[in-house]
């Protein structure tokens, strides 16, 4: 017979042996598996080295201390609960598990095994079918239910191995079945299959967990982005001197205002603004008070306008005012109201003590307009003439 099926069929007997003993309630003998007696035979055998040794002691052979280090690799112990009411079974299991490198928790019936599960957590679960107070598949059944441990893999040791059986064993959620009597080298195989298994769960858990903690840092990241991007955008848009929104954010608002006029068919106009003599005050007191001169004026200009009509600095001491729903009736007022607020506001600050005026071009929107740059060239025109009438005064073109 070959040495392979020899082992086997001495481990069928031995196992048989020991469940008979069970059966007639009578105590077996604790007898070496084949394995190890023909391992302890192989060491005898090996040449003696350095010096003699006594009789009865041998060298481990290769083969048997690979064979060790392989049951007993770290990254295969496992934490088992095992669950049988089988005092003699639980013994021998836990022997035998426990040579191969795992941490074993004991149980006797299901109700224990599903407490110590959910105390424990264990990965592996190793559990007789036919079991007091609660079987093998409504534990399994219940562990399923349980968030804390559905992942959790479990082997069931059953002595019936129909089809219909194995079929309700897997739908209650067992991993994997034994056969008893068990073949030893059959439930190490398993067991080490059940690690591997494992293994793969906690790589892809701690996988997940790191691709998660990216996506989370991922999106931290996006929202600073997005604050930094809003921040540089509203800069982009902003006058940084007065506060008010620049050329580009004023003429992408006119075209704003241009295509709604355009849908409703409702009146807009636009005033261009210019600080008269500005050049003077630069000259006369310096640039830090033409700064203060620009800043005032332009908060006059904000609080006196409609809430929805909207002013930008247009370039240097010039503003531009875009005012959607006003008609040349309106014109008039509004520009009267802008320029004698802004004449009135007196500035004291150690720069500049003192009033400005300012002279207004409005262009009030008509058929003739193909689009809001002749506006825009309209109320510049008419500005020029209010300047040449003697500024602080307000022109309509």
């Known amino acids: 017979i070959p040495e392979e099926q020899w082992i086997a069929l001495y481990d069928e007997v031995l196992a048989e042996w020991s469940r008979m003993g069970r059966v007639l309630d009578v105590l077996t003998s604790n007898v070496p598996a084949m394995e190890n007696l023909v391992r302890r035979a192989r060491a005898y055998d090996q040449p003696l080295k350095d010096k003699p040794q006594p009789e009865g002691r041998g060298t481990p052979g290769k083969d048997a201390a690979g064979s060790a280090a392989s049951e007993n690799d770290p990254e295969n112990g ?4 095992l669950v049988t009411d089988s005092l003699v079974d639980r013994r021998l299991l836990e022997k035998k598990l426990g040579a191969a490198g ?3 928790i004991t149980a ?25 107070e ?3 598949l409504d534990l399994c059944r219940t562990l399923r239910r349980s968030e804390q441990m559905g992942n959790c893999h479990i082997l069931i040791m059953t002595s019936n191995s129909s089809q219909q059986e194995l079929e309700e064993g897997f739908e209650a959620g067992i991993d994997d079945y034994l056969i008893k009597p068990l073949n030893h080298r059959i439930l190490a195989a398993k067991v080490r299959s059940a690690a591997r298994v494992i293994q793969l769960q906690v790589l892809g858990d701690r996988d997940r967990k790191a691709i998660q903690r990216h996506l989370k ?3 931290l990241q996006k929202r600073e982005l997005q604050k930094m991007y809003e921040q540089v955008e509203r800069l982009a848009m902003e006058d940084q001197l007065t506060g008010l929104p620049n050329r580009r954010a004023g003429l992408d608002r006119l075209e704003q205002v241009w295509a ?18 500005f050049k003077r005050v630069n000259d006369t007191y310096g640039h830090d008070a033409g700064d203060v ?8 200009m904000r609080n006196t306008l409609r809430e929805y009509d909207i002013v930008c600095r247009f370039g240097g001491e010039e503003f531009l005012v875009i005012c959607p729903g006003a008609d040349i009736q309106i014109a008039m007022a509004l520009g009267d109201r802008i320029r004698a607020a802004v004449e009135n506001n007196h500035i004291s600050t150690p720069e500049f003590e003192g009033n400005v005026t300012i002279s207004i071009g409005v262009s009030v929107r008509g058929d003739e307009h193909a689009n809001p740059q002749e506006m825009i060239k309209e109320a510049d025109e008419a500005l020029y003439a209010a300047k040449n009438a003697g500024r602080n005064k307000v022109c309509i073109a």
């Open 260 to 277: 709604e006029a355009s849908r409703t068919r409702n009146p807009m106009l636009v005033m261009v603004m210019d600080i008269d003599k």
């Open 217 to 219: 840092t991922m999106a």
């Open 134 to 136: 609660m079987d093998g």
């Open 102 to 104: 795992h941490k074993i």
């Open 293 to 300: 001169v620009l800043r005032s004026t332009a908060g006059v």
């Open 78 to 81: 496992l934490e088992i609960l």
């Open 108 to 132: 006797a019936n299901g109700r224990e095994a599903l407490r110590l599960a959910l105390q424990t957590n264990p990965q592996l679960i190793l559990t007789d079918w036919m079991l007091p």
